[in-house]
Nanobody
Framework: VQLVDSGGAVVQPGGSLRLSCVASGLTLTFSGYKMSWYRQAPGKEREAVATITNFPSHRTDYSTSVAGRFTIFRDDGKNTIYLQMNNMEPEDTAVYYC???????????WGQGTQVTVSS
């Protein structure tokens, strides 16, 4: 299993960015997967910012700090998870990681991370 994160860049405040996570070795439509984007800023703990679950129904959840600005979605044909980030703020600066948790096997997988910097 491999998750490859990409799309990180330097963006100005108020700008937009889309991160991608291409999965191989697993199929993201499997009902037992919980798919998330995490981020970790310097000196802070890693936190979940957006999650998609497949079971019992399709559902998305967001942290309060990004709700209304970020959108997580999936392209099943490309087996890829995306994080669309709009109206970005300097506080969004962090390394962003893709994460898949298998609720049946109690196993987790991480992407390698991609750096996002919001600065003027």
């Amino acid at each position: 299993v491999q998750l490859v994160d990409s799309g990180g860049a330097v963006v100005q405040p108020g700008g937009s960015l889309r991160l991608s996570c291409v999965a191989s070795g697993l199929t993201l439509t499997f009902s037992g997967y919980k798919m998330s984007w995490y981020r970790q800023a310097p000196g802070k703990e890693r936190e979940a910012v957006a999650t998609i679950t497949n079971f019992p129904s399709h559902r998305t959840d967001y942290s309060t700090s990004v709700a209304g600005r970020f959108t997580i979605f999936r392209d099943d044909g490309k087996n890829t998870i995306y994080l669309q980030m709009n109206n970005m703020e300097p506080e969004d600066t962090a390394v962003y990681y893709c994460h898949v948790f298998d609720v049946h096997k109690i196993r987790e997988y991480w992407g390698q991370g991609t750096q996002v910097t919001v600065s003027s």
